[in-house]
């Protein structure tokens, strides 16, 4: 029997972010586990970056590049602790103590996603879905259908609030 002991709630800071949230926390609680929360921020395009760094010297560059991705992991963090104040209302309320940490990391989703799951050793994966577009991933999203194509721990996917639906 598969046995859930760690969850990571990987959350991109959209409108759905609150469900998504919630989703995981109440998937914590059914199972007796906790919830790591993970953001990803994008890596910065190494086209810009050579430039820059060639103009300012490399390890100017460098600094300037650490202390303000510190700066935007501090924002995000913050973002985020505002989050669960929002997902923990009401019923949720009793649940905050299963959040035992939140991650920022550089990269690409997918890679960083996938990543996260091997190092944290998570048994489920909670992430969000979004539609846009007329793709073939309309309904699910580009980083949730290749995470679902790479990974081996069962992933529930948050369906993005359609606003004219909650209208």
Request: charged letters at 25%; hydrophobic letters at 45%; glycine letters at 4%.
């Amino acid at each position: 029997m598969y046995e859930t002991k760690n969850i990571l709630c990987a959350i991109a800071l959209s409108d759905n972010a609150d469900r998504i949230l919630a989703q995981a926390l109440r998937e914590a609680q059914a199972h007796g586990t906790d919830v790591q929360i993970l953001h990803v921020l994008p890596s910065a395009s190494e086209i810009m970056s050579i430039p820059v760094a060639m103009l300012m010297g490399e390890e100017k560059f460098r600094q300037l590049i650490e202390e303000r991705m510190a700066d935007i992991r501090s924002t995000i963090k913050e973002m985020i602790e505002q989050l669960k104040e929002k997902a923990l209302t009401g019923d949720m309320a009793p649940f905050s103590d299963r959040i035992t940490d939140i991650i920022v990391v550089e990269g690409d989703p997918v890679i960083e996603i996938l990543d996260a799951i091997k190092r944290l050793q998570a048994d489920m994966l909670v992430i969000g879905t979004h539609a846009k577009g007329l793709t073939e991933h309309t309904f699910m999203g580009d980083v949730a259908h290749k995470i679902l194509k790479r990974t081996r721990v069962p992933v529930l996917l948050v369906p993005a609030v359609n606003p004219s639906a909650s209208s």
